[in-house]
């Protein structure tokens, strides 16, 4: 695992083992991650979440919907200070605690914390503009069609969906193509991320945005704003 981290995170290792040990302290007691997890923060989910970077394009704007306790999010604006992230987290509690931790691993500048469903960010918080980005991420959030309906809308046309997903996702994506189609979405494409960095490989599915259904909207990108990460 050392080797795999050094290679996922370079020369921002210790920023990572930094979040490592806010995940296995805070992140345990304040109930975002079970105590059964802690030993296995960098196998299970940080070096899986970093191995996604690789289908992430350079200085790409990034939507992470159901963010938790930033996973992949926070992992992925560690692993890639090029990418400028919006987490979006509807729970007090968890939106708490990504606020501090952008705040704690000098994240600001790069990462912003939505509080909210995904619809919501998608019609636009009150007073603001919809949010919009050229990746949008998720993590073991929903089944697939209901994944494309939350995500999809916050992609901005021909961009993509890069979900997280495990060993069934074959039979997901042959249950639910349809509904991804309607939704505006092209054929799902499945791909093993981090060969011969991580065993086993990260399983991703990705959907490109290839047309906007439902009332007409021109594609936004996320603004990249700067300063204090604050939830809504």
Not at 57 to 77: E, Q, Y
Not at 172 to 179: D, G, K, L, Q, V
Not at 210 to 225: F, I, L, Q, S
Request: aromatic share 4%; hydrophobic share 45%; glycine share 12%.
């Amino acid at each position: 695992m050392a080797e795999a981290a050094r290679t996922l995170f370079g020369d921002r290792l210790d920023l990572a083992a930094a979040y490592a040990e806010l995940l296995a302290t805070d992140g345990v007691l304040r109930g975002l991650i079970g105590p059964r997890e802690a030993p296995r923060i960098w196998d299970r989910h940080l070096l899986n979440c970093a191995a996604v970077a690789e289908r992430i394009p350079d200085g790409a704007t990034v939507i992470d919907v159901g963010s938790g306790a930033g996973l992949p999010g926070l992992v992925l604006a560690i692993a890639r200070p090029d990418l400028h992230l919006t987490l979006v987290e509807p729970l007090a509690r968890r939106t708490a605690f990504l606020i501090e931790a952008v705040e704690g691993l000098g994240l600001t500048r790069m990462v912003r914390v939505f509080r909210g469903r995904a619809e919501e960010a998608a019609a636009g918080p009150a007073g603001g503009e919809p949010l919009s980005a050229d990746v949008v991420t998720a993590r073991a959030v929903a089944p697939l069609d209901r994944l494309a309906s939350w995500c999809l809308p916050l992609t901005v046309r021909g961009g993509r969906l890069v979900a997280l997903k495990g060993s069934s996702v074959a039979d997901e994506i042959a249950e639910h193509a349809a509904t991804v189609e309607r939704l505006g979405g092209g054929e799902p494409t499945v791909y093993r991320c981090g060969v011969d960095v991580i065993d086993p490989p990260a399983t991703v599915v990705e959907i490109v945005r290839e047309r906007v259904v439902g009332p007409a909207r021109g594609p936004r990108r996320a603004k990249r704003r700067g300063g204090r990460s604050r939830g809504r």
